[in-house]
């Protein structure tokens, strides 16, 4: 751990006030904190990467980053693949370049898949060591496999073992290719089946990428987890000193709060940012008032069920943009209200993986060097009318406490919220017991098709899956 060097980082759901707190704590920097001369704010979202379209992403206007730095964003293009070992790179390089200046790094997003990866590093299967290459081979990234996948590899079909050697540069989309879909995630199956019960057979993007780093380190997955785990990787390393804020909202307050936005990016023109998306998916040229809108066209071989194609937005309002029917005021309500459901359907993601994933991580950090990450719940639930006495002063006072290496307020006395949802189950997050958590079960009562299963969630998904009419409708049609 790298006693020295501060960053901050602030995470929670969408629609709490992240990045409005992040300007804010820079511009108490940039007045001055010897020894450091200010902050700039980095990205950690994994759509505000993408340039452009700046409405369905939830940027913010750039009048109101007053004037503060914003790293790793708007730099990529709609339908690049980004993924977190890419950002990891490009953010390490930032945020050394900063300390250089004396400046403080402020990493804020959503994507808490990305901020967890950044401070407790090695986890990351990407980050292992391939086995050595073959020798003679031709190919730079072809590694000698282990027994263990040489094994799984000899026992593959003609076809899959055709796919595996020729695994294709981009996923295909379930949505149009569900067969092809389909035989990637069986291919999977048959080399890691432990990893590929993580993942639902449609969620191409991360069934390749499991592929890929089969490929590129010559073991599986599942190996590469046993040996960090007998490695004794159960109590992250930490690359920094960090101080993380965690904005967190009462649901059903947050739930309003969410439907008022997206009422708001609709009135700011959020459909003709989708527009644009599909018009530059669906044409082999960038239109020129395309062109004005995003600095440089799409680079060859774009995969459009990638990138920001994965924007809560885009899918929900794609049949009735689509259609070739007049539009009616029932379809575009139907599209708004599944945009809404997606949206707090993510924020409740947003909140499990905090609670399942990164807190874990930083307690078990905390245990082995005391206050090592601190940890503050901010309670942005009521922001419109308390921001100043639950938010930014609080977490100010903390910064320059942490800043200053002064003894710091305990977090759970900050409110009755932080003092409930900062208590972390006593649960192991060693690499390998990770991988065996929220699996994939199929439904054989509600698959109708082999080759497209229906694939739950175990444990209260799957609970709550069979209570569903659907459930119980299949059940009885299979047994009449």
């Not at 501060?6 to 995470?11: K, L």
């Not at 069920?305 to 575009?332: M, N, V």
């Not at 994933?357 to 078990?364: G, Q, R, S, V, Y």
């Not at 192991?428 to 990770?434: A, E, G, L, M, Q």
Request: charged share 25%; glycine share 4%; aromatic share 6%.
């Amino acid at each position: 751990m790298n006693l020295c060097q501060p960053i901050i980082a602030i995470c929670g759901t969408t629609g709490v006030g992240k990045s409005k707190l992040a300007i804010k704590l820079a511009l108490h920097l940039s007045k001055g904190c010897p020894p450091w001369t200010g902050a700039k704010v980095i990205n950690a979202d994994s759509m505000q990467v993408y340039q452009g379209m700046d409405i369905i992403t939830n940027k913010v206007p750039v009048p109101e980053r007053e004037g503060v730095e914003h790293l790793l964003m708007d730099f990529k293009q709609p339908g690049e693949q980004y993924i977190i070992g890419e950002w990891i790179q490009d953010v390490l390089k930032a945020i050394d370049q900063m300390h250089k200046r004396n400046e403080i790094p402020i990493v804020v997003g959503g994507t808490s898949y990305w901020i967890q990866h950044l401070l407790f590093p090695g986890r990351l299967v990407s980050e292992s060591k391939p086995r050595t290459p073959q020798p003679g081979c031709s190919t730079d990234n072809a590694v000698e496999p282990s027994d263990a996948l040489a094994n799984a590899i000899s026992s593959l079909d003609p076809h899959l073992l055709l796919l595996y050697n020729q695994l294709p540069l981009q996923p295909p989309a379930a949505s149009k290719d569900p067969v092809a879909a389909f035989q990637m995630y069986t291919l999977l199956s048959k080399l890691d089946p432990v990893v590929a019960g993580r993942w639902h057979w449609r969620d191409t993007r991360k069934v390749h990428r499991s592929l890929q780093i089969i490929k590129e380190a010559g073991r599986t997955t599942s190996e590469v987890l046993a040996e960090q785990t007998n490695e004794g990787i159960q109590v992250p390393s930490q690359r920094f000193r960090t101080l993380c804020f965690w904005l967190y909202s009462e649901p059903s307050t947050l739930a309003g709060r969410l439907d008022e936005r997206v009422d708001s990016m609709i009135q700011q023109g959020l459909l003709n940012e989708i527009q644009t998306l599909r018009q530059i998916a669906s044409s082999p040229r960038t239109p020129q008032h395309i062109e004005t809108t995003l600095d440089s066209p799409p680079p060859p071989n774009t995969d459009y069920t990638l990138g920001i194609y994965q924007s809560i937005g885009y899918k929900e309002f794609h049949d009735y943009l689509a259609s070739p029917e007049p539009k009616s005021e029932k379809a575009f309500k139907e599209a708004v209200e599944r945009m809404k459901i997606s949206t707090r359907q993510y924020a409740k993601r947003q909140v499990s993986w905090i609670r399942n994933k990164l807190l874990p991580a930083i307690d078990a950090a905390n245990r082995q060097f005391p206050a090592s990450v601190p940890t503050y719940l901010l309670d942005a639930t009521h922001i419109e009318d308390h921001w100043d006495d639950y938010v930014e002063e609080p977490a100010t006072q903390i910064l320059q406490d942490f800043l200053a290496q002064r003894a710091m307020l305990d977090p759970s006395t900050l409110s009755s919220v932080a003092s409930k949802l900062l208590k972390v189950d006593d649960k192991p997050i060693d690499p390998s017991s990770t991988l065996q958590r929220f699996r994939k079960m199929v439904c054989p009562t509600c698959t109708h098709d082999p080759n497209q299963p229906f694939m739950v969630n175990e444990g209260q998904e799957w609970e709550a899956h069979k209570r569903t009419r659907m459930h119980r409708r299949s059940a009885t049609e299979k047994r009449g």
